[in-house]
Each structure stands twice: as C-alpha cells, then as structure tokens.
C-alpha cells in the first residue's frame, strides 16, 4: 500500500544511494526505534526542554499519539529502509505570523554526518510550500556553536538572518542562538 504522506528523500542525494530514505508519519510500532535513537543525551544537548531526556517508552507513545492523526501532516519520521532514524517537523505560526513555519529536526547519533538531515530538510521544505499555500517563510533557531546544524540549514538553502543574544538557556546556561530563514520564493529559485 502506497502511503499518500511519504516523501521520498533520494531525489536530494547526490551521487544516488544505496538506501531508501524518507519521511513519513510517526505510527504505532515505531516505539523501540524511537526510544532507541532518542535516549542520547549527545542527541538532547541540542534540542528543547520538552524533548526528554532519559526518554522512554513512555515518552515515546505520548509523542504518536499527539502527532499520529495530524492533517495535514506537520511532524514526520526520518527513515532509512522505512526504520525510524530521528524526526523533522513544522511549528506553524499564528495570527501575523501565521505566514511562517519554524522548522526543527533531529536524528539519531548513528546517522549523524551521512546528509540525511539535509536531505529530510529539503524534503520538508518543498513538502511545507506545497502544502500550505498561506506559508511564506521557513525558518529555524540554532545554537551559535552547533556547526554540524548550522550546515545542514546552509545546505538547504536557508540564510542567516540573525544573530540572538542571550536568547536561550539549556542546562542553565544562557545561550545566543542564530535564526535562519528561507522564504516561498528562495525556494522557488533552489528548484525546491
């Protein structure tokens, strides 16, 4: 059975892979995997509060049901060969912002450094102007020293936009982050 929501990330590749690469819809069953690559505190260094860290079966039953039966889809598992490697999502905005969408991802520290985040974000990005028409802009925040996130957002197309001083605390410590952008028509123009 096709599954109407996945997206098929090989496009993004170069050269081609030997792997099948997508996002799809977190479901039930993907539980163990979750766990699996979520409970990392190298994983969690870098993300949200509200991810937890340990992270457990619990957590990781409550995170399907709240994203399971979105319409449209906002939230998506990062696959290799349809086995659950990390996550990438979009956090629409509201009222005036309502034109925007903040993008955050993460994946499994054993798929680190093989350009799958980049591949999830281009394919996140085009999925995200396709699918909602009102959007106009992607954009995410990143921790000033977190390199490995930063080239994922220059690699898909996003531009620094700023810099945040002071504007995050994580483990008790103040942070400047930096927001990256990339509008409906710069993505146009990456052939998005």
Same mark, same amino acid.
């Given at each position: 059975?096709?599954?109407?929501?996945?997206?098929?990330?090989?496009?993004?590749?170069?050269?081609?892979?030997?792997?099948?690469?997508? #996002?799809?819809?977190?479901?039930?069953?993907?539980? %163990?995997?979750?766990?699996?690559?979520?409970?990392?505190?190298?994983?969690?260094?870098?993300?949200?509060?509200?991810?937890?860290?340990?992270?457990?079966?619990?957590? %990781?039953?409550?995170?399907?049901?709240? +994203? %399971?039966?979105?319409?449209? +889809? %906002?939230?998506?598992?990062?696959?290799?060969?349809?086995?659950?490697? *990390?996550?990438? *999502?979009?956090?629409? *905005?509201?009222?005036?912002?309502?034109?925007?969408?903040?993008?955050?991802?993460? #994946?499994?520290?054993?798929?680190?450094?093989?350009?799958?985040?980049?591949?999830?974000?281009?394919?996140?990005?085009?999925?995200?102007?396709?699918?909602?028409?009102?959007?106009?802009?992607?954009?995410?925040?990143?921790?000033?020293?977190?390199?490995?996130?930063?080239?994922?957002?220059?690699?898909?197309?996003?531009?620094?936009?700023?810099?945040?001083?002071?504007?995050?605390?994580?483990?008790?410590?103040? #942070?400047?982050?930096?927001?990256?952008? #990339?509008?409906?028509?710069?993505?146009?123009?990456?052939?998005?």
């Amino acid at each position: 059975m096709k599954d109407e929501n996945r997206i098929d990330l090989n496009q993004f590749i170069l050269p081609p892979s030997s792997f099948i690469l997508s #996002l799809r819809p977190c479901r039930e069953g993907d539980q %163990a995997e979750i766990v699996r690559q979520a409970n990392n505190p190298r994983v969690a260094v870098h993300l949200r509060d509200r991810f937890p860290q340990p992270y457990t079966w619990k957590d %990781a039953d409550e995170w399907i049901a709240r +994203v %399971a039966g979105q319409s449209p +889809v %906002a939230n998506f598992a990062v696959t290799v060969e349809d086995r659950f490697v *990390g996550s990438i *999502g979009l956090l629409p *905005g509201s009222d005036i912002h309502r034109v925007s969408a903040e993008v955050g991802y993460w #994946l499994g520290e054993t798929f680190w450094g093989r350009g799958i985040a980049s591949c999830a974000l281009q394919g996140i990005t085009r999925y995200a102007f396709a699918t909602f028409p009102e959007l106009n802009r992607l954009f995410a925040y990143v921790e000033e020293d977190h390199l490995p996130s930063i080239r994922v957002l220059e690699k898909g197309g996003f531009r620094r936009e700023g810099r945040l001083i002071g504007a995050a605390i994580k483990d008790k410590r103040i #942070l400047n982050q930096f927001v990256y952008g #990339l509008t409906r028509a710069e993505a146009q123009a990456l052939a998005y």
